[in-house]
């Protein structure tokens, strides 16, 4: 494929741009598509692809109304919006030289992860919206904003192995921390499933108690807090900032959970929820970059420099 010599000086000079929009855009879409839950609007295109059978797109319909139509097929036009971003990802790693099969590989994650996630998306459509696709397709968006950041750190970084800057217990600490975290967000995910925003009356739900998800939910939050102090010791100096950041980006989700816990989830408060959720992952991603560097190694790969002093020759 040949491109256009102004189109790649584009693509290069946004590259950085780009990486960061897919970050906003992975945890973004998670927001939009609680708003289209809370709005009961999950069914607003009964089908898919199609939003009614016959048309792609809403038109007047005898049971669903307007709002419910267009609120549904926003946030699968957002799709595409986040699809052409990844793409622009894909291909600004393609064009660079020396091209850098890291960034690549990353870029193609992202574009990937939308493709599947439209089809994660459909099947959530067509089974009603059955909890357990929807609790997968925001695990999904959770990872793709996860590998988003570490797309975004691979552009400032070198591609040679990553050199850990934090001794091994900060590092395996932070590997189970991770697993936590995934833990924790699918617990919320079970929240939601047995909770009152359905996204459509007639959707089937895990039939748990809420109370009892609910303190499983908050349970695995104290967990992660706690292994987060003991990560405050054993990183010492080192990536203080990121650390901070994380630190009140939990503190600010653990309150927001506890506000809509107690009145009764109102709707504002879940996509807030959704929204606090994408910045804690985004916050974990960003310390674990943090914690370690990747040697740049130059065109022949025989030469390195750290990557910190790498980012001005790659820019
Ligand atoms: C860092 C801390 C937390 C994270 C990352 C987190 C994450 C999440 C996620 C990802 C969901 C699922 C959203 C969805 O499926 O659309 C959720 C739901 C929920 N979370 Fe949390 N959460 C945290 C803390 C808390 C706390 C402390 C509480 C208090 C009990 C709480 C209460 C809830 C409730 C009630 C729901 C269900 C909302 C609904 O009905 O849709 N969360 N949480």
Redesign the pocket.
Known sequence: MTVPAWLTAFLLKFQRAFAIAVVAAQAGIAVT??VV?VTGSGLGCPTWPECVSGSLVPVAHPEIGPLHQWVEFGNRTLTGVVGIIAGLCLLAAWVDRPRRPRVVKLALVQFGGVVVQAGIGGITVLTGLLWWT??IH?MVS?GLTWAAVVLLAALREGDGPAVPLVSANAQRLQVVQAGV?GL??LA??F??AA???AGDASAPRLDLPVPTL?QV??DL?FL?LGMLVGLGFLLGRHARRPYAVLVAT?LA??VI??V??WTG?PEVL?SV??L??GA?VIATAHLWTATRVRAHLDEVGLRSQTAGSSVASHA
């Open positions: 598509g609680s839950r929807v609790g925001l959770m975290l924790l967000v919320g995910t929240v939601t909770g009152p925003h609910a939910h908050a939050l992660f939990v989700q653990g959970g506890m809509q816990y989830v879940v929820h959704v606090g959720a804690v």
